[in-house]
């Protein structure tokens, strides 16, 4: 994937199962990832690299997570913080911190959703992508007129299947997960018992996928969906 | 064992208590009567003055009118003895008044021209002239032989001579010793009396508190279950072994739940986790007939389920111990359904139900947006899970007297009559519910969380009806729900 390519990271994380996963999926995703077992040698990383974005785990064994945070801050360190915490909600002392263009995600998460948030902290850090117009394949959308077309004709779609597909069109060719597109589509900061994401996809799909074929909506069953690009 | 009875009794509370009370109680009682004795002493000493001054006056003009004949001496000792009779105070038991009273004449040279009293004349004569007259006052004299110091009054008459009478303190100490007397025996008899009731009532209350204090650590130790001996009656004592009690019933309450809490989510992690297990070990295994990808699928499923569980878990027990952090916004009710219903509709379609939402107006509450969010989505989340096809679901929002009402109802086959009284408790659910029983307990602790109050009941005829309601925000009012709500009942 060109676009994650030459990317480095910083992932500070004790739990060295939780590491090496964290690790893999990124490589995978092709990421340049260094790691840091603690916050003494986190802070010794980024004496020596330069990275695009860190990846902190709150409870480190010789630093709370957020006070390394913020002596990274203090070092001049910018780059955006994706912070894993084991808690639910976010923490006191966070909501006084400035989070600026960090992020959040509680444990467990799903991989697909990590890799998802720390590009999108990327991206918004280095601001390069036209958001208002998306063009893949026949599918044209804008964003500001909130219209999609199909080869030049206008899908007649309702207000949430807009953003649906707004939303996987702007990841195509990644994984979404099924509570990613709950909380960005619907608003939902939960994930129903029943497969009511499934029904919505399924629905778009009828009105954006030629008759007979094949869907471009394709469901990875326990991850979530990809957007696929020809 | 009786030994280690009184030392345990002599470094008891209740033995200083009363020690301490007895001394102050003595020691008061004590000062009083040193006032009353000092008053009464003064009072007598003034009368026997006044008589004293009163019969000086008159020996002295009897002696003054009576001619220095042969009958003077005897004139004079006649009146003398007879004024001696009249002592105040006077004991009659202890013999004549002769060595109780005396009477003095000194002539112009300095002889003792007159003596009426004990037969020690000349001793009494020297101690008497010894002592300088003091004008018009009585005054004390000390005579040899005698214990008691006399009270002497003088005065001269016309032929110059002086006349000196004198009266024994003795009958005037006595009265004072006998009081003193009686009162020490009563006072020793009150002071052992006052100890030994103090004592008594601080022994039995104290005991009381004592036996309070052995159960509370055999609870301690072992046994949750026991409670404290409370007495009737509205003394301190019997209230502070009723909170104890209070407090043990809540503690007992909440260590129960706690315990099925454990026990039920510690069953709710083991089935899981063991279809969990089962899953990822038949998809290593050679050989297998389905889609090892298949298994691995389903063991993530159960996975995200678990912990769905388990957050929803943690949020109830939050929203019922009020430690829900709120961050509390006006939100129009009536749009919110709205923009649910709107995501849910597919759903409904797909299982051949319809999901009709009757709005009029909006209706603004303050609430937290996202635990609103999902109290409506679990409602309906439930229609979904437990509806048979082809029947309707209507929500509708209205505005009530100072509330919001939120109503939810189906015409489907209603709730178990055994389970609709226990509905909005954890863990309870349907025979057919495959859900944890945890969806309308979240719904329950959120709405009370903000002041509400859900209630359910069966349709006459079939289905069910849930409501919600929610205080209305009224206009110009702000948010007057607590940031954050940290109250632990």
């Not at chain 1, 991206?123 to 030049?152: C, F, M, P, W, Y």
């Not at chain 2, 009477?103 to 007159?114: K, N």
């Not at chain 2, 004592?210 to 209230?239: F, M, T, W, Y």
């Given at each position: 994937?060109?676009?994650?390519?030459g990317?480095?990271l910083?992932?500070?994380?004790?739990?060295?199962?939780?590491?090496?996963?964290?690790?893999?999926?990124?490589?995978?995703?092709?990421?340049?990832v260094?790691?840091a077992?603690?916050?003494?040698?986190?802070?010794?990383?980024?004496?020596r690299?330069?990275?695009?974005?860190?990846?902190v785990?709150?409870g480190?064994?010789?630093?709370?997570g957020?006070?390394?945070?913020?002596?990274?801050?203090?070092?001049?360190?910018?780059?955006?913080?994706?912070?894993?915490?084991?808690r639910r909600?976010?923490d006191?002392?966070l909501?006084?911190?400035e989070l600026?263009?960090?992020?959040?995600?509680?444990?467990?998460f799903?991989?697909?959703?990590?890799?998802?948030?720390?590009?999108?902290?990327?991206?918004?850090?280095s601001?390069?992508?036209?958001?208002s117009?998306?063009?893949?394949?026949?599918l044209?959308?804008?964003?500001v007129?909130?219209?999609?077309?199909?080869?030049?004709?206008?899908l007649?779609?309702?207000?949430?299947?807009f953003?649906?597909?707004?939303y996987?069109?702007?990841?195509?060719g990644?994984v979404?997960?099924?509570s990613?597109l709950?909380a960005?589509v619907w608003?939902?900061?939960?994930?129903?018992?029943?497969?009511?994401?499934d029904?919505?996809i399924y629905?778009l799909?009828?009105k954006i996928?030629?008759?007979?074929s094949?869907?471009?909506?394709k469901?990875?069953?326990?991850?979530?969906?990809?957007?696929q690009?020809? | 064992?009786?030994s280690?009875?009184?030392?345990s009794?002599l470094?008891s509370?209740?033995?200083?208590?009363s020690?301490?009370?007895?001394?102050?109680?003595?020691?008061?009682s004590?000062?009083?009567?040193?006032?009353?004795?000092?008053?009464v002493?003064?009072?007598?000493?003034?009368?026997?003055?006044?008589w004293?001054?009163?019969?000086?006056?008159?020996l002295?003009?009897?002696a003054?009118?009576?001619?220095?004949d042969?009958?003077?001496?005897?004139?004079?000792?006649?009146v003398?003895?007879?004024a001696?009779?009249?002592v105040?105070n006077?004991?009659?038991?202890?013999g004549?008044?002769?060595?109780s009273?005396?009477?003095?004449?000194?002539?112009?040279?300095?002889?003792?021209a007159?003596w009426?009293?004990?037969?020690?004349?000349?001793?009494a004569v020297a101690?008497?002239?010894s002592?300088?007259a003091?004008?018009?006052?009585?005054?004390?004299?000390?005579?040899?032989?005698?214990?008691?110091?006399?009270?002497?009054?003088?005065?001269?008459?016309?032929d110059?001579s002086h006349?000196?009478?004198?009266?024994?303190?003795r009958?005037?100490?006595?009265?004072?010793r006998?009081?003193?007397?009686?009162?020490?025996?009563?006072w020793l008899?009150?002071v052992l009396?006052?100890?030994?009731?103090?004592?008594?009532?601080?022994?039995r209350?104290?005991r009381?508190?004592?036996?309070?204090?052995?159960?509370?650590?055999?609870i301690?130790r072992?046994?949750?279950s026991?409670?404290v001996p409370?007495?009737r009656?509205?003394g301190?004592v019997?209230?502070?072994?009723?909170?104890?009690?209070?407090?043990l019933?809540?503690?007992?309450?909440?260590?129960?739940?706690?315990?099925t809490i454990?026990?039920?989510?510690?069953?709710?992690?083991?089935?899981p986790?063991?279809a969990?297990?089962?899953?990822?070990?038949?998809a290593?295994?050679?050989g297998?007939?389905?889609?090892p990808?298949?298994?691995?699928?389903s063991?993530?499923?159960?996975l995200?389920?678990?912990?769905?569980?388990?957050?929803?878990s943690?949020?109830?027990?939050?929203?019922?111990?009020d430690?829900?952090?709120?961050s509390?916004?006006?939100?129009?009710?009536?749009?919110?359904?709205?923009?649910?219903a709107?995501f849910?509709?597919?759903s409904?379609?797909?299982r051949?139900?319809?999901?009709?939402?009757?709005i009029?107006?909006?209706v603004?509450?303050?609430a937290d947006?996202?635990l609103?969010?999902?109290?409506i989505?679990?409602?309906?989340?439930?229609e979904?899970?437990?509806?048979?096809?082809?029947r309707t679901?209507?929500?509708?929002?209205?505005?009530?007297h100072?509330?919001?009402?939120?109503?939810?109802?189906?015409?489907g086959?209603?709730?178990?009559?055994?389970?609709?009284p226990?509905?909005?408790e954890r863990r309870?659910?349907?025979?057919?519910?495959?859900?944890?029983?945890?969806g309308?307990?979240?719904v329950?602790?959120?709405v009370?969380?903000?002041g509400?109050?859900?209630?359910?009941?069966?349709?006459?005829?079939?289905?069910?009806?849930?409501?919600v309601?929610?205080?209305l925000?009224?206009?110009?009012?702000?948010?007057?729900?607590?940031?954050?709500a940290?109250?632990?009942?």
């Amino acid at each position: 994937m060109p676009y994650d390519s030459g990317m480095r990271l910083l992932l500070v994380e004790d739990e060295r199962e939780i590491q090496d996963f964290v690790k893999q999926s990124l490589i995978d995703a092709g990421w340049e990832v260094r790691t840091a077992d603690d916050a003494k040698s986190a802070l010794e990383e980024v004496e020596r690299n330069v990275f695009d974005g860190l990846i902190v785990d709150l409870g480190l064994p010789d630093l709370d997570g957020i006070d390394l945070i913020l002596r990274l801050r203090r070092l001049g360190i910018t780059a955006p913080v994706l912070i894993l915490s084991a808690r639910r909600t976010l923490d006191e002392r966070l909501k006084g911190l400035e989070l600026g263009g960090d992020d959040y995600l509680t444990k467990p998460f799903a991989a697909a959703e990590l890799l998802a948030r720390i590009r999108n902290l990327v991206r918004l850090a280095s601001q390069k992508e036209d958001t208002s117009h998306i063009r893949i394949d026949d599918l044209e959308i804008d964003a500001v007129t909130r219209r999609a077309t199909q080869n030049g004709r206008l899908l007649n779609l309702t207000p949430q299947e807009f953003l649906l597909l707004e939303y996987l069109c702007r990841n195509a060719g990644r994984v979404v997960t099924r509570s990613m597109l709950l909380a960005k589509v619907w608003g939902m900061q939960f994930q129903p018992d029943t497969n009511m994401v499934d029904v919505h996809i399924y629905r778009l799909r009828g009105k954006i996928d030629p008759e007979g074929s094949e869907s471009r909506i394709k469901t990875l069953r326990g991850v979530g969906y990809v957007f696929q690009t020809n | 064992m009786s030994s280690r009875r009184t030392r345990s009794l002599l470094h008891s509370e209740a033995w200083g208590i009363s020690l301490w009370a007895t001394l102050a109680f003595a020691v008061g009682s004590l000062l009083v009567f040193w006032g009353l004795q000092n008053f009464v002493a003064k009072d007598i000493q003034r009368r026997s003055d006044t008589w004293l001054s009163g019969e000086v006056e008159v020996l002295g003009d009897v002696a003054g009118r009576t001619p220095k004949d042969r009958l003077y001496d005897n004139v004079v000792r006649e009146v003398a003895e007879l004024a001696s009779r009249e002592v105040p105070n006077r004991d009659h038991s202890s013999g004549n008044g002769s060595d109780s009273v005396f009477f003095l004449q000194v002539g112009t040279s300095g002889d003792d021209a007159l003596w009426v009293g004990t037969e020690d004349r000349v001793s009494a004569v020297a101690a008497i002239r010894s002592v300088p007259a003091r004008g018009d006052s009585p005054y004390d004299v000390r005579i040899k032989g005698f214990a008691a110091p006399f009270r002497v009054a003088t005065i001269q008459i016309e032929d110059g001579s002086h006349i000196y009478l004198g009266l024994s303190e003795r009958d005037e100490l006595r009265v004072l010793r006998n009081l003193r007397l009686r009162f020490i025996t009563l006072w020793l008899v009150i002071v052992l009396l006052g100890f030994l009731v103090v004592f008594y009532a601080t022994w039995r209350m104290l005991r009381r508190v004592d036996k309070i204090a052995l159960v509370a650590a055999h609870i301690g130790r072992a046994d949750l279950s026991s409670r404290v001996p409370a007495p009737r009656g509205r003394g301190e004592v019997g209230r502070l072994a009723r909170t104890l009690n209070h407090m043990l019933d809540h503690i007992e309450a909440t260590v129960g739940q706690l315990h099925t809490i454990t026990d039920a989510l510690a069953h709710d992690l083991r089935s899981p986790l063991t279809a969990i297990r089962g899953k990822l070990e038949a998809a290593l295994l050679p050989g297998s007939s389905t889609d090892p990808t298949e298994r691995i699928v389903s063991a993530i499923e159960e996975l995200d389920r678990l912990s769905n569980f388990l957050n929803t878990s943690l949020d109830v027990s939050e929203a019922r111990a009020d430690a829900l952090r709120l961050s509390p916004a006006e939100i129009d009710l009536a749009s919110l359904v709205c923009a649910i219903a709107d995501f849910f509709e597919p759903s409904f379609s797909e299982r051949g139900c319809s999901l009709q939402v009757r709005i009029a107006e909006a209706v603004h509450v303050s609430a937290d947006a996202a635990l609103l969010h999902r109290v409506i989505a679990n409602l309906l989340d439930n229609e979904i899970k437990h509806l048979p096809p082809s029947r309707t679901v209507c929500v509708s929002v209205q505005k009530g007297h100072e509330t919001a009402i939120l109503t939810i109802e189906d015409d489907g086959p209603g709730f178990d009559p055994e389970v609709l009284p226990h509905l909005f408790e954890r863990r309870v659910k349907g025979k057919t519910s495959r859900g944890h029983g945890l969806g309308l307990a979240f719904v329950q602790a959120v709405v009370r969380v903000h002041g509400g109050s859900v209630d359910a009941t069966n349709r006459v005829g079939d289905g069910i009806r849930i409501s919600v309601s929610l205080p209305l925000l009224k206009r110009g009012e702000s948010s007057k729900l607590p940031a954050a709500a940290l109250v632990i009942r």
